[in-house]
């Protein structure tokens, strides 16, 4: 492929850019060519076509493709040019939470401190609970954001400490924001063949599918032809729904200029949009002589996928996609504290962002800038450009003088899964070996739904139910004529978690699970009235927060270590692993649509292409509630588990249930852990270019051959073992049983083969 470069402008900017596709950098499709745009800061014609020569030259000569000619380049180029070539080809992945690391490490049990993970349902209210931990007030600090939505989309860290109030703030990569954009924008143009009305065209533009990207918070929000408000006392449930506007600075507000510049800016974006899709939706109509009234389903969807694509080679799109890249980066030019750091000198797109002071007010202030949702400041916010942050100081809870040592871990909402089956996310189960507790927050008024018994499964599974907590939020709404006193409504709560481990015991080992029954009710906490400040807080619920924040420091203790060690025999592992990979198989036949009478629904093929585009672009291994990583550690993990709930002998005799399952959770949690990296290497990086010949499929049948493609990657990464085993599948026992193996002696148990 021969890559030039070529002139172009930027939308509400004087002056010149350059377009090109760079030669080391993949695409959506995993090809080299992604489409490049970069300010040459000049309006001189003459000069920048000057630049474009030069960066020609640079693109011409493969001699250059590379970082070790960096310093030869910046002798023979313009630093312009230079910089819009090698900006980035050096840093590689970036792990954000390392990167954090680097400015403010995590302190653990050595430095005293325990960990606690939050882990919930969108809307339980983890962040809430987290407010009051660390002593924020609602309407004065809003820190972090609340709302009913996925508000929360970012990981943030906060380490109560005495001293000065820090943070530091981690960015996703521009090829990223720039793959979510690209998403926005074709959602959008897919609003526009299906003849929506302008106005959904926009929410489309500015809310990606996923709702965990909105570009609203960037560009403002869609005013234009809105229906009429109806009148405030309307829709007055006598609550207080907006925040005290007395505890807004000017500064954190748009002014009625900067919306409408904004709105314009917007109403131009829609209207682009919409001419392109609108040329594009004619030529494919045209092509393929479609007729809305004669064509199967199956040819609009092919039709559709192919506008999709045939949007995505246009150049109008990527100047479209640009124009808003360029749009987000100036958002940074409204920091005017904190220091922001960048992945090499070359580099125009932020790594991350320090910051420290001795005033609170102010820290926040500058700290909302990241993880506000608050609607009169969209047009200024970072937030849909953050992946992580991480804060430390005096954030100590009001409700008590006890200044407990607790790392609080909040991120993602779980979202609210289809049922149980459904694997909880590897960015939390990952985690869980770095933490001392697991807090799960659920709603008291309707505990233990599908995403809440996702996450009970994984922790029993994994061995790491002693680390388990449950605050239970809205508890004050639990009422019924039938539940007078706290201790009624209390049993009714548990009562769910009660039913749900009943019915655990028939996919997992039962004494495990009775395990968790016997501690499950001292691990449970009520809590209520969390949307309000501190200071309003019942007695009661003051006391259980106590409680839980004794318990959480309580846990940087050691477990008790049984000096009776399991000893295993080899044979069984291979049924396991054979069930496991049966069962994964089973599962995502049926998702794929390639089952016939399945009692799992088949995906739409959007959502598959979705999951194959994210793994083709390296930003993620999973969509939405598509996750073949964890679906698959999951499935192995729980016929481990109970492969190593029935060894074949002891060093010694065990004391009693509860010693046995101390002695063996330990093996349990390695292996838990272990199997993440085996199960990404297996599943996704050996099969990274299948995955991206999988997304790149088009034209009519695309969705099935799609299926198909996906299909011969798990049939490869995860063979079901059997009486005559493939090469593939002899290797997947020989690693599980190696692993398994490991995980056992390291913790001075025996494994006989």
């Known amino acids: 492929m021969a890559y030039t470069a070529s002139l172009s402008t930027t939308l509400g900017r004087q002056g010149f850019a350059v377009s090109f596709r760079h030669p080391l950098k993949l695409d959506s499709k995993g090809k080299p060519g992604l489409k490049m745009r970069r300010g040459l800061g000049t309006d001189d014609k003459v000069k920048a076509e000057s630049l474009v020569a030069q960066l020609n030259q640079l693109l011409q000569d493969e001699a250059w493709w590379t970082i070790a000619k960096l310093q030869k380049a910046q002798q023979t180029f313009d630093s312009r040019i230079v910089d819009a070539f090698y900006d980035g080809i050096q840093a590689g992945m970036v792990d954000s939470f390392v990167t954090r690391n680097s400015i403010i490490p995590l302190p653990g049990k050595e430095q005293g401190y325990a960990r606690a993970l939050f882990v919930g349902t969108t809307g339980a209210g983890k962040t809430s609970l987290l407010r009051h931990l660390i002593g924020s007030d609602p309407d004065l600090d809003r820190f972090p954001s609340t709302s009913t939505a996925k508000t929360t ?147 609009r969807e092919a039709a559709l996928e192919l506008f999709q694509e045939e949007l995505f080679l246009d150049e109008q799109f990527n100047h479209i996609v640009h124009d ?18 960048y992945r090499s000198p070359s580099s125009k797109w932020p790594l991350m962002w320090i910051y420290s002071t001795n005033d609170r007010t102010e820290f926040l202030k500058q700290v909302r800038w990241f993880s506000s949702n608050f609607a009169p400041s969209f047009g200024k916010l970072l937030t849909p450009l953050v992946d992580g942050i991480r804060v430390m100081g005096p954030l100590f809870p009001t409700f008590s003088d006890h200044q407990a040592k607790v790392v ?184 794929l649509g390639l089952a ?25 291994v999973e969509y939405d509630s598509l996750r073949p990583v964890a679906d698959l550690v999951g499935h192995i993990t729980e016929e481990v588990t109970n492969f190593l709930d029935n060894p074949i002998g002891w060093s010694r005799a065990p004391n009693d249930t ?50 198909i493609g996906i299909r011969g990657i798990y049939e490869c990464a995860a063979p079901v073992p059997g009486t005559v085993n493939t090469t593939p599948a002899l290797e997947l026992l020989r690693e599980v049983h190696e692993l398994v193996r490991n995980a056992v002696i390291e913790n001075g148990g025996m494994m006989l083969t």
């Open 153 to 299: 989309v970012s990981d943030i860290e906060v380490i109560p400490a005495e001293g000065e109030y820090r943070a530091v703030v981690t960015f996703f990569s521009e090829t990223v924001i720039q793959a979510n954009i690209e998403d926005c924008i074709l959602n959008a143009c897919a609003a526009v063949w299906d003849k929506l009305p302008e106005d959904k065209v926009a929410d489309r533009f500015l809310h990606h599918p996923d709702q965990r990207f909105r570009l609203s918070y960037l560009l403002g929000s869609w005013r234009k032809n809105l229906p009429v408000e109806p009148a405030a006392d309307e829709w007055d449930f006598g609550g207080n729904d907006n925040v005290t506007m007395t505890a807004v600075s000017s500064d954190e507000t748009m002014s009625t200029a900067d919306v409408e510049v904004l709105q314009t800016q917007l109403v131009d974006y829609v209207s682009r949009i919409t001419k392109l899709a609108v040329a594009k939706s004619k030529v494919i109509s045209d092509e393929l002589s479609l007729d809305s009234h004669m064509t199967t389903a199956e040819d």
């Open 324 to 341: 808003v890249i360029d749009e987000a980066r100036r958002r940074f030019d409204f920091l005017s504290d904190g220091e922001l750091k």
């Open 408 to 591: 609080l871990l909040d991120g993602q909402g779980l979202g609210h899964t289809p049922d149980s089956s459904t694997s909880v996310t590897t960015r939390i189960t990952r985690r869980f070996a770095e933490v001392d507790v697991i807090l799960l927050v659920d709603n008291a008024e309707q505990p233990i739904q599908a995403a809440a018994q996702s996450v009970l499964r994984a922790v029993a599974s994994s061995g790491n139910y002693s680390k388990l907590l449950i605050a239970f939020t809205h508890f004050d709404q639990v009422k019924g004529l039938n539940l007078p006193t706290f201790a009624e409504k209390r049993a009714h709560v548990l009562a769910s978690v009660h039913n749900y481990l009943a019915k655990l015991k028939a996919v997992l080992s039962t004494p495990i699970v009775a395990a968790m029954e016997r501690t499950i009710d001292n691990q449970s906490f009520m809590l209520g009235a969390l949307d309000g400040p501190s200071t309003k807080l019942p007695l009661g619920v003051r006391a259980q927060l106590n409680q839980l924040i004794e318990l959480t420091e309580n846990s940087v203790e050691p477990l008790p270590v049984p000096d009776a060690k399991p000893h295993y025999n080899a044979s069984g592992l291979g049924f396991a692993v054979q069930r496991a990979a049966d069962s994964f198989q089973k599962t995502w036949l049926a998702r």
């Open 596 to 620: 016939a009478g399945a009692t799992l629904p088949a995906e739409h093929w959007s959502r598959i292409k979705a999951l194959s585009r994210a793994i083709s672009n390296e930003t993620s």
């Open 658 to 707: 509860d010693e046995v399952q101390q002695a063996i959770a330990p093996i349990r949690r390695l292996v838990f852990d272990r199997l993440h990296q085996l199960v990404l290497r297996r599943l996704i990086d050996e099969h990274l270019q299948e995955w991206r010949d999988s997304f790149g499929q088009k034209g009519k049948g695309s969705a099935v051959r799609r299926a």
